[in-house]
């Protein structure tokens, strides 16, 4: 065999560069899962922090994992055209099992990090809570303003809330549904209402604290202290003669009235007054106050509106009073048909000769049971259709029909279909 020239040796394939870019293709695909589910492990570590969203941390963890999968068709993709499988599928492989590893990591750490700054959280507003509670038992206005300007962990409206609602720690918190006293007596919760409306804080967070203690006091059924409520409300107005209260939900509301406090069931606007619980006896206080009603707000009170007494009092305490005619500015017959399908049907069952009462104050005023486009009947009947679906197919907690509620339904069709022959 002839031995090799230079010339055979210069022209000679070499294969040296070859481990070295094996080398690079696969510290390359290694590398990748690792630095794409750090990258998505530490922002969803930083915004789970920032946010405090409960499902968080395993959001961020589905992320990550989809990622994993991801990465590895390419992979495979890259290593049919490189033919190099060790190096790119076999490294993408080991770098995937890494960074599943190191997401479960970031996970636990994550969750590790959010509890510990939970429960600081949680113990610094209960030391808040505590100072305020013990400023209001003694009755110190000035260490209570004081202590209200040092808050540092949560705002006002939650502080105030938390007082409503005997609650030092986050929740669950306590409500009268399980039963348990209140530490502080209403006349104290108050005092606290008192000073916070006094104080320098910002309109926006004075009035959001005093809807939530509205909602606490109808929780607590005190009506005898709706009448101060009202006068605090009036110290929060920009104009003190105004007479409407007016307030509009300004963000979501989940600290300041966490669930399980006596404030969680603050309307999104104002009013509602606690109509469903104190019937019409709030609507006097309201006149007396000042206060009256704008036209949006008496329609949206007329939807529900479930006795005569009710309609009367909204009527009123409308800002411009008018009276109820089927051809009014508040149609007699049309709200007539209105309740007769969404609420008479329902109301049937607990409070039958309300219902009754209600629907001959409409008639009175001039409804008209049977007019074109105002069915009163026909939407009776609509509403009593679906009434006895629902009872065939009852949910959890439904209530049957009582006794009673049959002899009410034949009274009340006797109203609105005078000219029919009831259906049995």
């Known amino acids: ?105 970031l996970a636990w750490a994550g969750a590790a990090a959010k509890d510990a700054r939970w429960e600081d959280r949680r113990e610094r507003q209960s030391r808040e809570y505590l100072l305020v509670a013990d400023a209001v038992r003694r009755g110190d206005r000035a260490a209570l303003a004081q202590a209200y300007a040092d808050l540092r962990t949560m705002r006002a409206p939650a502080m105030l809330c938390r007082l409503a609602s005997q609650a030092a720690e986050q929740p669950p918190l306590r409500s009268v549904r399980a039963g348990q006293d209140f530490e502080l007596s209403l006349a104290q919760v108050m005092f606290a209402a008192d000073v916070l409306v006094a104080g320098p804080a910002p309109r926006e967070q004075r009035q959001t604290a005093l809807v939530g203690l509205l909602a606490a006091l109808i929780q607590r059924d005190a009506f005898d202290r709706f009448p101060h409520w009202l006068r605090l409300w009036r110290a929060t107005l920009a104009d003190p003669a105004s007479t409407r209260i007016e307030w509009s939900r300004p963000r979501d509301l989940g600290e300041d009235f966490p669930p399980g406090s006596l404030c969680a069931g603050s309307p999104p606007r104002m009013p509602p007054i606690g109509l469903d619980r104190w019937g019409y006896r709030p609507l006097p206080a309201l006149r007396d106050a000042g206060f009256r009603l704008d036209d949006a707000q008496l329609r949206e009170h007329l939807r529900a509106v479930g006795s005569a007494d009710l309609l009367a009092g909204l009527l009123a305490a409308a800002e411009h009073p008018r009276p109820l005619a089927d051809d009014g500015v508040w149609p007699a017959g049309a709200l007539l048909t209105q309740l007769a399908r969404e609420s008479f049907p329902q109301r049937l069952n607990d409070s039958g000769a309300a219902t009754l009462g209600l629907a001959q104050a409409l008639i009175a005023a001039g409804a008209r049971p049977g007019a074109p486009g105002q069915d009163a009947c026909a939407a009776l009947e609509r509403g009593e259709a679906f009434h006895r679906w629902q009872q065939a197919h009852p949910l959890p907690g439904s209530i049957r029909d009582r006794p009673q509620r049959q002899a009410d339904l034949q009274r009340l069709r006797g109203l609105l279909c005078p000219s029919s022959t009831p259906p049995r």
Do not use: H, K
């Open 1 to 105: 065999m002839p031995p090799r020239t230079d010339m055979d040796a210069a022209t000679a394939p070499t294969d040296a560069p070859r481990p070295q870019a094996d080398a690079w293709r696969g510290r390359f695909w290694f590398a990748l899962p690792l630095l794409l589910n750090l990258a998505i492990g530490l922002r969803g570590w930083w915004i789970q922090g920032s946010y405090e969203q409960p499902l968080a941390g395993i959001l961020w963890l589905a992320v990550q994992g989809l990622a994993l999968v991801a990465v590895l068709p390419f992979a495979l993709v890259a290593a049919c055209l490189s033919r190099r499988w060790a190096s790119t599928l076999g490294a993408a492989v080991a770098g995937s099992v890494a960074a599943a590893g190191l997401a479960l990591v």
